[in-house]
């Protein structure tokens, strides 16, 4: 078992302390609490709230519904050393779907607000997905070394980019493999909020690639707008999964991304959009 960079702790020590950040405290029904981390962000990283406000809107629906879709807001930025307490507004519960509307709030303010709709299981003949593509596993590039891996300062999630073009303008589109190192328990709950929180990360950033700017550039102003994410059905947060995004469009200080994931076998688990502000200044501003 290895360690984690910066605070020593162990590869499992850190996923713990990672799933104990989606364990939240309840304060009344529909009112919940959680902890936050500093991930070295001028502002909380905003996988954390969509995470946790999917977490609190699934503590208010019955368990034999899960979540297929979460769509959120960024209203202002997070203090990353001060807890976040949700607001759950039980929005609509009907025979097949729930909806339910969450308020992330910090300093008696709203940072962030989403809606987030459940479903009861249901068999469907009308069944299809985009096949994943043609890319080597993360265990094969891991071996060939013809890849960048790299793992989060103090952070259980690593990641392997597979290689990315030396052109003058390079495309915008990335694709990269992720997985949580360490051991989760067997709660499916678990893991759908915790690919809402992974699913934040390498998303905004690939409309910076065609333009050569790294999102550490002292000069660049970047945050997420808002977020979408589409579950499409349960996977493990501790195996393979395979993020493919690309930027159809930046202009106007802003950009937009969309991603989709794969598990390692090729099934389609999730889809994901986002838009976020993307200003370049001519002086450095951080």
Request: with cysteine.
């Amino acid at each position: 078992m290895t360690d984690s960079p910066r605070t020593g702790l162990s590869t499992q020590a850190s996923l713990d302390k990672l799933v104990s950040l989606m364990s939240l405290e309840p304060l009344e029904e529909t009112l919940f609490r959680g902890q936050s981390q500093d991930l070295g962000f001028p502002q909380l990283y905003g996988g954390q709230v969509l995470g946790q406000a999917l977490a609190a809107a699934s503590m208010t629906v019955p368990t034999d519904r899960q979540p297929h879709s979460q769509h959120g807001y960024f209203l202002r930025p997070g203090d990353p050393h001060r807890p976040v307490v949700y607001q759950v507004d039980k929005v609509r519960d009907g025979g097949s779907f729930t909806t339910r509307r969450v308020t992330a709030i910090q300093k008696g303010r709203p940072i962030f607000f989403c809606s987030a709709s459940f479903q009861t299981p249901e068999p469907n003949p009308l069944t299809h997905h985009s096949p994943m593509p043609d890319v080597p596993t993360a265990e094969a590039l891991l071996a060939s070394g013809k890849a960048q891996h790299s793992r989060f300062p103090g952070h259980p999630i690593e990641f392997v980019y597979l290689s990315r073009s030396d052109a003058r303008q390079a495309p915008a589109h990335q694709q990269l493999w992720f997985r949580l190192a360490g051991q989760l328990a067997e709660e499916p709950a678990l893991h759908r909020h915790l690919l809402a929180y992974v699913s934040d990360f390498n998303l905004l950033t690939t409309g910076l690639l065609p333009h050569r700017v790294d999102y550490k550039d002292p000069r660049l102003q970047i945050a997420s707008l808002d977020h979408a994410l589409w579950l499409h059905q349960d996977v493990r947060l501790d195996e393979w999964l395979l993020y493919t995004t690309d930027s159809p469009w930046t202009g106007g200080a802003r950009g937009l991304a969309r991603g989709q994931i794969y598990h390692h076998q090729g099934q389609l688990v999730a889809s994901t959009a986002q838009e976020g502000l993307m200003r370049l200044h001519d002086a450095p501003v951080r």
